[in-house]
């Protein structure tokens, strides 16, 4: 009856399959493209240095987050795409505004041809019949 709304690639998520624990490191290493190995690394150094506060956060997280629904992406540019968004999204959005700033003078190139075909054509007409009458 009701359709299920996409997952958000823009979302983050805990990644229990992929996850030692309750996947929160592995989560956030899908989400920024990082290694997750790097990411555990990160957080030891971070429970060694500040055991409460990371302690706290990582299991507020894990009770937070969703779990990763299986099918996230469409496709791998889909994936690689929604990471650049998330790593740089300045750039992203720069690319983003060039290609669509190429595709529109495309189209208006296009346009101009095809109206200016148009144009000459109906001229054409009109200087038919007002030789005819």
């Not at 823009?10 to 493209?33: E, F, H, P, Q, W």
Request: charged share 30%; with cysteine.
């Amino acid at each position: 009856m009701f359709e299920r709304s996409r997952p958000s690639p823009s979302k983050l998520y805990r990644n229990r399959r992929k996850g030692k624990i309750a996947g929160v490191c592995a989560g956030v290493a899908d989400y920024t493209g990082i290694p997750a190995l790097l990411v555990r690394a990160l957080a030891v150094v971070a429970l060694i240095m500040f055991s409460l506060p990371t302690l706290i956060i990582y299991f507020g997280a894990a009770w937070l987050l969703d779990d990763a629904p299986e099918q996230l992406y469409d496709s791998p540019e889909e994936e690689t795409f929604w990471r650049r968004v998330r790593a740089t999204p300045s750039s992203t959005m720069h690319d983003l505004h060039h290609r669509f700033l190429s595709n529109e003078r495309r189209l208006r190139r296009i346009e101009a041809q095809i109206t200016a075909k148009e144009f000459d054509l109906r001229r054409k007409f009109r200087d038919l019949e007002a030789g005819s009458t």
